[in-house]
């Protein structure tokens, strides 16, 4: 198997002067993304918050930074033998930009689930220089693929986020932050996945600006640094909700990891409800489309307390969103919310029995958004799967107490339960 390159002498862990060196490296290759005021969020915190567009790279995500930098210091016996990656999306597109611009032959695996439309334009980003291999029905199937690859061509592993010239690479976008505004910002929000970002952010600001708070925002259902900090270590958890793909991982790197140790930054865990309704806002008011891991960090504002004053720079990233998932985009917005619940509602076998349910529970803001009998083998009831869109928040509390006053037996499907696995 081919070994990675080395990092800088003497240090284990990348410097600001690798970011340094890394941006020149990858000057070019990559796009030095622009930052945006959000006057919408900052209206709703009192902070000015600054939006750093990696959504604008040609990759639509900063995936290609680390990438461009590890990919350009291979050697000619590297280069010649190629390298290979495993990946479900943005590390895919990522390498294969950093192999098309570099002039490096790659295989990607791409596990079977990848939907085609992500599939194509990895292969269209890589042109001549990639190779797509579909290995294994899972994200686990396609890297154990890959590594067998590289055990067998001794082809370079190039990893998602888990190597000193990964982390230095990403952390180019902190010193972009650094020369694009007058002083130093006060928090510094960036998305977090396996800690590739995170840690070169921590490592650029740790040295050039140490009083900028950074703040680390992971999906509620795969919260794996904060797993890691708790145990001390990289820890894999047991499952994770997958939901925010580009951040859903299930155990954090050993460089990525040892960075944080270091440096101790805020980690915050975000509902994936909550990450939808920012989905859903980027888009209608800021004219932004963010896949879930894009709309990550903006939507850990809120969990932040009082940020009145001031500066705020958050990283959008990325911008791969399939439309195909929009209807969950809204669903798991709407529950979140608390504007949609399921009921499982024992209706008689009489006629006009829905229409009562209509006249005496629903509201007049309420509305039917699903209705489906659950089975009809028995005479005198019917269980139906219903589901009520509310107009407020606030018409839970008089719906509840309307059902409870009906004759008929209604049961609420809490979002916790085993049984909502199958509504969402």
Known sequence: MSSLPSVSAGSALPSAADIEDAAERIAGRVSRTPLTRSVRLSEETGATVWLKREDQQPVRSYKGRGAANLIAQLDSEQIWAGVVCASAGNHAQGVAHACA????????????????????????????????????????????????????????????????????????????????????????????????????????????????????????????????????????????????????????????????????????AVPEGRICTEMIRLYQSDGIIAEPAGALAAAALESLGDLSGQTVVVVVSGGNNDLLRYPEVMERSLIHEGLKHYFLVDFPQEPGMLRQFLNEVLGPDDDIALFEYVKRNNRETGPALVGIELGAREDLAPLLERMDASSMQIEPIQPDSPLFRFIL
């Open 101 to 268: 611009t570099l002039g490096v032959n790659a295989r990607i695996y791409l596990p079977a689930n990848t939907p085609r439309q992500k599939r194509d334009r990895v292969a269209s980003i890589g042109g001549d220089w990639v190779e797509v291999v579909v290995g294994g029905r899972t994200y686990d199937e396609a890297a154990a693929a890959a590594l067998a690859d590289v055990e067998r061509t001794g082809a370079t592993l190039v990893p998602a986020f888990d190597h000193p010239h990964t982390i230095a690479g990403q952390g180019t976008i902190a010193r972009e932050i650094s020369e694009d505004l007058p002083d130093p910002p006060d928090v510094v929000v960036v998305p977090c996945g396996g800690g590739g970002l995170l840690a070169g952010c921590l490592t650029w600001f740790g040295e050039h600006a140490p009083g900028v708070k950074v703040v680390a925002a992971e999906p509620a259902g795969a919260a794996s640094m904060m797993a890691a900090t708790h145990a001390g270590e990289p820890v894999a958890l047991p499952e994770i909700d997958r939901f925010v793909d580009g951040a859903a991982v299930q155990k954090v790197g050993t460089h990525t990891f040892e960075v944080v140790r270091r440096h101790t930054p805020a980690l915050v």
